[in-house]
C-alpha cells in the first residue's frame, strides 16, 4: 500500500516551453502533497506545499509563476515548469501525506526534466 | 528553523561488516525523525521513523537507529551490512506543524565492497 506515482519518469523539452508532471496517490488520499527538487549527488530541497482545493505554499526563493502547482482532487497534484530553461533541468520529487495520517510521508519515483 | 547534519558524505564498508551512518539535528522544538534509502534514479523509501516513545527504533531491512535527545542525534545503524545496501542514505527532521514539513540532511553514500 501507500504507492505514489510519477508521470512521465523522464522527460526532455526544449527550451521556452513548458512541460506538465504529474504525482498521483495510487491507493490513498492525500491532503497535502510536496514538491521536492533534488540536483545531482545534493539533497532534496522543498519547493512548494500543495493542499487539495487550495493554493500551494512555496518555500522562499522559488518562483510561483514559473514553478505552478495544482492539486485539484485527492490523489493528484500537477507540477508545470512554465518556459523551462536549461537551468531548470533536475530531478523532481513529489510526497504524499494520506489524509489524517499527517506524520506520514509517501514519495514518488521521481521525474528527471533534461530541458536543451 | 530545524536543520539536519550528516558529516560523512560517504561511508565505504566491506561486505558483512557493521556500519553506522551519523545525523544530527538543529531544533528548538519537539521533533520527528526519519531515515530514508534512495536508490540510483529513483524516489526516496523510508526506512524507519521516531515519533515518540522506545528511542531505539528498527525499520526495514534489518536497519535501527537510536534517537539521543541530549546529543541531538539519530544515527542508523546495521549490524552486517550486503551489496544490495549500496545507496544514499538521507536523514530527516520534522516539527509538526499540523502536516509535515521535511528538511534533509545532505546525504550519504554507503559502499559496500565485497
Known amino acids: 500500500g501507500a504507492v505514489v506515482s510519477q508521470h512521465p519518469s523522464w522527460v526532455i523539452c526544449k527550451s521556452g516551453t513548458s512541460v506538465k508532471i504529474e504525482c498521483r496517490s495510487l491507493?490513498?488520499?492525500?491532503?497535502?502533497m510536496f514538491w521536492y527538487r533534488q540536483f545531482p549527488k545534493q539533497s532534496l530541497m522543498l519547493m512548494a506545499t500543495s493542499n487539495e482545493g487550495s493554493k500551494a505554499t512555496y518555500e522562499q526563493g522559488v518562483e510561483k509563476d514559473k514553478f505552478l502547482i495544482n492539486h485539484a482532487s485527492l490523489t493528484l497534484s500537477t507540477l508545470t515548469v512554465t518556459s523551462a530553461h536549461p537551468e531548470d533541468s533536475s530531478f523532481y520529487i513529489c510526497?504524499?501525506?494520506?489524509?489524517?495520517?499527517?506524520?506520514?510521508?509517501?514519495f514518488g519515483p521521481g521525474t528527471r526534466l533534461t530541458v536543451t | 528553523a530545524q536543520s539536519v547534519t550528516q558529516l560523512d558524505s560517504q561511508v565505504p564498508v566491506f561486505e558483512e561488516a557493521p556500519v553506522e551512518l551519523r545525523c544530527n539535528y538543529s531544533?528548538?522544538?519537539?521533533?520527528?525523525l526519519f531515515w530514508y534509502v534512495q536508490y540510483p534514479n529513483q524516489g526516496l523509501q523510508l526506512l524507519l521513523k521516531?515519533?515518540?516513545?522506545?528511542?531505539l527504533v528498527k525499520g526495514i531491512n534489518g536497519f535501527e537507529a537510536e534517537f539521543n535527545k541530549s546529543q541531538t542525534s539519530f544515527h542508523l545503524r546495521k549490524p552486517s551490512v550486503h551489496i544490495s545496501d549500496t545507496a544514499e542514505y538521507f536523514c530527516?527532521?520534522?516539527?509538526?506543524?499540523?502536516?509535515?514539513?521535511?528538511?534533509f540532511g545532505t546525504g550519504t553514500r554507503l559502499l559496500v565492497s565485497p
Open positions: 491507493d490513498f488520499q492525500a491532503t497535502t
Open positions: 531544533s528548538s522544538v519537539s521533533v520527528y
Open positions: 521516531y515519533l515518540s516513545g522506545s528511542t
Open positions: 510526497s504524499a501525506t494520506p489524509t489524517g495520517y499527517s506524520y506520514e510521508q509517501y
Open positions: 530527516a527532521v520534522s516539527e509538526y506543524t499540523g502536516f509535515q514539513k521535511l528538511v
